[in-house]
């Protein structure tokens, strides 16, 4: 597990915003303590057993013993980065809409019925939407978790279809690191996983610090030549 | 310095004959359609196939390959010089075609096709035969020769490096071949094809009348039929005889055609083994012969049709990693056997999956509660299927849910009868299905990852569903997926396939 280590050096890119405050989360702090969650304790624990982490927790219902090590969990800042995508998704779709509405209003020929409904219907989309994205977020972060072990990685997703996948190391075919705009200013990456499958050729795990992420990656790539093609 | 070889002389006839069909196929249908104010547009297609000749001719001309110790060695380009390397022992297939014209030049259009990619990695059109005999040869023998060197060839292996042995292992015949397109019935999309020109055409009403020789317009036909079911208005007994008759006659006549084309197409089929690879070799006109090297095959598929059945037979198909976007690159292998008696299944399959005994397998029963699962959602795709209807059907609606109740029962306790899977040392097997059965083995190493899934019906039933991801699965083949699997069972089965897939190595 000492291979997680390596993906410390990339680290320093992204430490300034790794290392912001403790993140105020609402919604999610209530049931993890996030405060020591960096990610020196998310590399950290396999090994020397920091107990920093949140305590695995029966997240999904599979009642099972985790493999070799603990769940692990995405970064807490990304429920506020989807958050934040979540309110531009929201602005976006309320302002198209409410210039819908107001052409409606002005020159589609409704009864007054409709025309009185227009604008409640508006409002209560975007509240929709926005209760939406805030919500979510932090549900759908309760609902993804990872284990690693020497054979591969097994990824938990999913809040109404949940599905547990696991990945050998000697499948995965190449990895990716890949950062958005958004997500270098929240100090995160997304991990993917190439396999030569047809459904799960391409494997994601987005919300990872982006250190953790190279670490995993570290961890994953194949090792020695024993799988010639 | 081992010596270079060279396409055919002709080769440059196929290139540009290739172009040329695939611009003049089109263009024909379209001059038909227009009638004579196409010509002239001929003329601006002949513009656009000189160059690409000449092009097509420097290509053929500077094309060379040479086989050295290790590698298969491609050359081409006289402006732009392209040297290729491919190790034999990343050849994957071989596969060469045969038309027509290229029968009668005795010349073959070959692929070399390794791993990755959706392209082949070299393409030869054309050689003449004895160049493709040569090939296979050579990287038969220079393979066996890097497998005895880095050891891990199975044991066999060396014996059989010396004189590649080629064994049939299914021949069909043509009563087989007859047999194998009445089941299979792929006439309907000849005659499918048939229609649309037709139609597109305008030629189809005329067509009509010259068969039938009166004037009956064929849509009528069809409005009449529904109008007289939606209507209630019964037509006359004569009239539904004919519509009776005309509906077996056309069915019959699909199984004709397709009977025809099946022997057309797979005459002569043979399925043999040279050292560790499968053959496929078949086709009266157009003749193909692929290879598929054994530990390249992903997944074995038998499939039975309630006509195999009928006539003690089965299907098999095989999904192998490798070129699926080329054209017809997979097709052309993906039928291992389109046809096999009941008694050879074992053995064919026996030489396909050496370590798996499919047919003695210990199979094991989905969670009989999927029943009811299974119930509830053809009853609900039943109902959903019937609202719209209750208008017109009145109080016949309750009567028509009875029969829909009744089916619903009836598919959903064979449905859940026939799912069974098992896992033996080697690979894990599933089979669905009662008309239409379909068996797949997938073996633990080409497994690409294993899913464990719960849908909220799942949960409420403590189920979950397995599924195991292999490479090269096209989308209409059959796939492990276990569904209404208990979920202690489920976290077991899960668990044995992740762990075993994780112990071993992928090959492609």
């Given at each position: 597990m000492g291979s997680l280590g390596s993906g410390r050096p990339a680290s320093e890119n992204t430490g300034k915003s790794c290392r912001r405050e403790a993140p105020a989360v609402p919604g999610i702090g209530r049931r993890y303590d996030m405060s020591g969650m960096d990610d020196d304790s998310v590399v950290a624990t396999?090994?020397?057993?920091?107990?920093?982490?949140?305590?695995?927790?029966?997240?999904?219902?599979?009642a099972r013993p985790p493999r070799s090590n603990e769940l692990r969990r995405l970064d807490p800042h990304y429920v506020p980065l989807q958050r934040a995508v979540g309110w531009i998704v929201t602005a976006v779709v309320s302002v198209c809409s409410l210039a819908a509405v107001g052409i409606l209003w002005l020159t589609g020929d409704l009864p007054w019925i409709a025309r009185l409904l227009l604008v409640p219907g508006w409002l209560l989309v975007t509240l929709g939407i926005g209760w939406l994205s805030y919500a979510w977020p932090a549900v759908h972060y309760r609902h993804v978790s990872y284990t690693l072990d020497d054979e591969g990685i097994e990824i938990r997703t999913g809040v109404w279809w949940r599905q547990v996948m696991s990945v050998p190391r000697s499948r995965v075919q190449h990895i990716d690191v890949s950062q958005g705009p958004l997500e270098r200013s929240y100090g995160l990456g997304r991990l993917v996983l190439y396999t030569a499958g047809t459904d799960h050729s391409r494997v994601e795990l987005a919300g990872l610090n982006h250190a953790v992420a190279f670490g995993l990656r570290n961890h994953l790539l194949p090792r020695g030549s024993d799988d010639a093609v | 310095m081992p010596s270079e070889r060279r396409l055919h002389p002709l080769s440059f006839v196929f290139v540009i004959g290739g172009q040329i069909r695939q611009l003049v196929v089109p263009g024909l249908v379209v001059l038909i359609g227009a009638g004579?104010?196409?010509?002239?547009?001929q003329g601006w297609v002949m513009l656009f196939v000189v160059p690409y000749a000449i092009v097509a001719l420097l290509g053929t001309l500077s094309f060379r390959y040479r086989f050295d110790a290790g590698e298969l060695v491609i050359t081409r380009g006289f402006v732009f010089r392209n040297e290729r390397h491919v190790p034999y022992g990343r050849i994957q297939n071989i596969d060469a075609v045969q038309h027509v014209l290229h029968r009668l030049l005795r010349v073959v259009d070959v692929r070399v096709e390794t791993g990755g990619g959706d392209e082949p990695e070299a393409r030869m059109r054309v050689l003449p035969i004895a160049a493709l005999e040569e090939m296979r040869e050579r990287v038969l023998a220079g393979r066996a020769a890097r497998a005895v060197q880095s050891g891990d060839s199975p044991a066999g292996a060396v014996a059989q490096t010396v004189a590649p042995q080629r064994r049939a292992l299914l021949t069909l015949g043509p009563r087989e071949l007859l047999l194998a397109g009445f089941i299979d019935s792929k006439g309907l999309i000849i005659v499918g094809a048939a229609f649309g020109l037709l139609w597109e055409l305008g030629l189809f009403d005329s067509t009509v009348n010259v068969l039938?020789?009166?004037?009956?317009?064929s849509r009528g036909v069809i409005r009449q039929a529904v109008g007289a079911l939606v209507g209630g208005r019964l037509p006359s007994i004569g009239r539904m005889a004919v519509m009776v008759l005309a509906f077996a006659a056309f069915v019959g006549a699909i199984r004709v055609l397709s009977m025809i084309w099946s022997l057309i197409r797979l005459w002569g089929f043979q399925l043999y083994r040279v050292a560790d690879d499968l053959g496929t070799e078949f086709g009266l006109f157009t003749r193909v012969m692929a290879t598929i090297p054994l530990r390249r095959i992903q997944t074995v598929t038998v499939r039975e049709t309630p006509l195999h059945r009928v006539f003690r037979t089965a299907a098999i198909r095989v999904d192998s990693a490798g070129s699926d976007g080329a054209e017809g690159g997979a097709a052309r292998r993906e039928s291992l056997a389109p046809i096999v008696r009941r008694a050879d299944l074992q053995r064919v399959l026996g030489e396909v999956l050496p370590d798996v005994d499919v047919l003695a397998a210990a199979w094991s029963p989905v969670d009989p509660r999927g029943f009811w699962r299974a119930f509830r959602s053809s009853l609900v795709l039943a109902v959903l299927l019937t609202l719209p209807f209750i208008a017109m059907l009145r109080w016949w609606t309750l009567a028509w849910l009875a029969v829909l109740v009744g089916w619903a029962w009836v598919h959903a306790r064979l449905y859940v009868k026939h799912l069974a899977w098992a896992v033996g040392d080697q690979a894990v097997l599933f089979r669905s299905g009662y008309l239409w059965r379909e068996l797949t083995v997938a073996r633990f190493n080409k497994i690409q990852a294993v899913t464990l899934g719960e849908s909220p019906f799942d949960r409420r039933a403590r189920m979950a569903s397995v599924r195991v991801d292999t490479a090269?699965?096209?989308?209409a083949s059959h796939r492990v997926d276990i569904p209404y699997l208990a979920r202690h069972v489920a976290d077991g089965l899960y668990r044995r396939l992740a762990g075993e897939a994780a112990r071993t190595a992928f090959r492609w």
């Open positions: 396999a090994e020397d057993g920091a107990t920093e982490l949140p305590p695995p927790e029966p997240a999904t219902s599979f | 004579s104010a196409g010509l002239d547009w039938l020789g009166e004037q009956v317009s090269g699965a096209a989308n």
